[in-house]
């Protein structure tokens, strides 16, 4: 069995992990901390986990995560660089969800997160763990830094575009407008996400610039092989629902590119893809066709068959966004099936 260590595991991310965990045939966790709640059963936090998990959340500074195989990292930016080394040098493997290795430029990790980075030599060697993009590295890394949930949905929504052979899009004029529900922003109290604030509301954010801008950038431009230079326009919207992802991406076709069937450019190109579904042509995406579940499901639209194609991607935040993507990439680490205790089937309404 895996020893699955968990820092951070009273937040939406970390308790869908334990969620996602729990229930995985391959996975004994072993450790889940809290600095708040240590002491606690995990069960009288989370009754949902009552009779599955019985745990109880521990303090950081007291546990020693060394005997695990792997331990995930569902803190705020800035914790898993400062407990890295350690790990690492006790032969454990770390996912970690937050940003601290995300961006490869330490200046421009620096410039949106606001804090030193406590170990660009661990930063170098770090996978970015997009999973359709980044698999066969995924497989031998010792460090995976988990892509944000914005940019999840924009990057594999965009990649058939940008990974193809010859230039299809104007690059230089990509435009992503991306809505997610409240569970985005944690668990931690903020008046942002007050019922009163957030519920029968709507409104863009972060429009002069958000963090999750220079990683997509970077993230696309690797699509391209590093060939291609990349103009986004992203902005981020807060819409009054738990849970999902609703990303609406626009690219301008190249001249040369209009005989293309994009369709079946997108179908293949996810063809081997167990996680994300390209819907038939004509297809609207709902957030809750991927509600509490590893999938993310892509439409493709050519309006009036112009020069304009409009892609719509879905996914659930806190899963492909976050747990579950995690858990994509322990099983690819660990030599297991991708799909591996993931198969958790789409909760509706
Ligand atoms: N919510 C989402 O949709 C997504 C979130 N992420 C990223 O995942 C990470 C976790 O997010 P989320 O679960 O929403 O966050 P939450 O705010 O809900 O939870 C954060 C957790 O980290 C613990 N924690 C906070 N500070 C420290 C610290 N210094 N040392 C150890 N533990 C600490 C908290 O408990 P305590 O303070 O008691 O220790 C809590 O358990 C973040 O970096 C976030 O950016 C990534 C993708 C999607
Ligand atoms: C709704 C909301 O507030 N969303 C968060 C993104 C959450 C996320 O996944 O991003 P990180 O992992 O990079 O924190 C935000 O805009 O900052």
Same mark, same amino acid.
């Given at each position: 069995?895996?020893k699955?260590?968990?820092v951070?595991? /009273?937040?939406?991310?970390?308790?869908?992990?334990?969620?996602?965990?729990s /229930?995985h045939?391959?996975?004994?966790? /072993?450790a889940i901390?809290?600095?708040?709640?240590a002491? %606690?059963p995990? =069960?009288?936090?989370?009754?949902?986990? !009552?009779?599955?998990?019985?745990?109880?959340?521990?303090?950081?500074e007291?546990t020693d %995560?060394t005997g695990c195989?792997?331990?995930?990292?569902?803190?705020?930016?800035?914790v898993?660089?400062s407990?890295?080394r350690?790990?690492?040098?006790?032969g454990?493997?770390?996912i970690?969800?937050a940003?601290?290795?995300?961006?490869k430029?330490?200046a421009?990790?620096?410039?949106?997160?606001?804090m030193p980075?406590?170990?660009?030599?661990?930063?170098q060697?770090?996978v970015?763990?997009?999973?359709?993009?980044n698999?066969?590295?995924?497989?031998?890394?010792?460090v995976?830094?988990?892509?944000?949930?914005y940019? &999840?949905s924009?990057?594999?929504?965009?990649?058939? *575009?940008?990974?193809?052979?010859?230039?299809?899009?104007?690059e230089?004029?990509?435009?992503?407008?991306c809505?997610?529900g409240?569970?985005?922003a944690?668990? !931690?109290?903020?008046?942002?996400?007050?019922?009163?604030?957030?519920s029968?509301?709507?409104?863009?954010?972060?429009?002069?610039?958000?963090?999750?801008l220079?990683?997509?950038?970077q $993230?696309?431009?690797?699509?391209?092989? #590093?060939?291609r230079?990349?103009? *986004?326009t992203?902005?981020?919207?807060?819409t009054?629902?738990?849970?999902?992802?609703h990303?609406?991406l626009?690219a301008t076709?190249?001249?040369e590119a209009?005989?293309i069937?994009f369709?079946?450019?997108?179908?293949?190109?996810?063809? #081997?893809?167990p996680?994300v579904?390209?819907?038939?042509?004509?297809?609207?995406?709902?957030?809750?066709?991927?509600? =509490?579940?590893?999938?993310?499901?892509?439409?493709?639209?050519?309006? $009036?068959?112009?020069? &304009?194609?409009?892609?719509?991607?879905v996914e659930?935040n806190?899963v492909?966004?976050a747990?579950g993507? $995690?858990?994509?990439?322990?099983?690819l680490?660990?030599?297991l099936?991708? &799909? &591996?205790?993931l198969?958790?089937?789409?909760v509706l309404p």
């Amino acid at each position: 069995m895996i020893k699955v260590g968990i820092v951070g595991g /009273t937040g939406y991310t970390g308790v869908e992990l334990l969620r996602i965990l729990s /229930t995985h045939p391959e996975v004994k966790l /072993t450790a889940i901390t809290a600095r708040s709640d240590a002491g %606690l059963p995990v =069960a009288d936090m989370f009754p949902s986990l !009552r009779g599955i998990v019985d745990l109880a959340f521990t303090s950081p500074e007291e546990t020693d %995560l060394t005997g695990c195989d792997v331990v995930f990292f569902a803190t705020p930016h800035g914790v898993a660089m400062s407990h890295a080394r350690k790990l690492l040098a006790a032969g454990v493997r770390i996912i970690d969800l937050a940003a601290d290795f995300r961006l490869k430029d330490t200046a421009e990790f620096e410039k949106w997160y606001g804090m030193p980075h406590a170990c660009p030599d661990i930063l170098q060697e770090a996978v970015y763990g997009l999973v359709e993009v980044n698999r066969e590295a995924i497989r031998k890394a010792r460090v995976i830094g988990l892509p944000g949930c914005y940019p &999840t949905s924009v990057q594999l929504g965009l990649a058939p *575009l940008l990974g193809h052979g010859k230039p299809l899009v104007n690059e230089s004029m990509l435009i992503a407008d991306c809505k997610s529900g409240v569970s985005g922003a944690g668990r !931690r109290a903020s008046v942002g996400s007050l019922f009163a604030e957030s519920s029968d509301n709507f409104h863009a954010y972060g429009v002069k610039g958000h963090r999750h801008l220079p990683e997509i950038v970077q $993230g696309l431009k690797a699509i391209t092989g #590093n060939t291609r230079e990349i103009g *986004l326009t992203f902005v981020p919207h807060l819409t009054p629902m738990i849970r999902g992802i609703h990303s609406t991406l626009y690219a301008t076709l190249r001249p040369e590119a209009s005989g293309i069937d994009f369709q079946s450019l997108y179908e293949d190109y996810y063809r #081997n893809d167990p996680f994300v579904d390209v819907l038939p042509a004509g297809s609207h995406p709902e957030t809750r066709s991927v509600r =509490a579940s590893n999938y993310l499901r892509i439409a493709v639209h050519r309006p $009036g068959n112009g020069n &304009t194609l409009v892609i719509l991607v879905v996914e659930d935040n806190l899963v492909k966004g976050a747990a579950g993507q $995690g858990v994509q990439c322990l099983n690819l680490m660990c030599g297991l099936d991708e &799909t &591996t205790g993931l198969k958790q089937v789409p909760v509706l309404p």
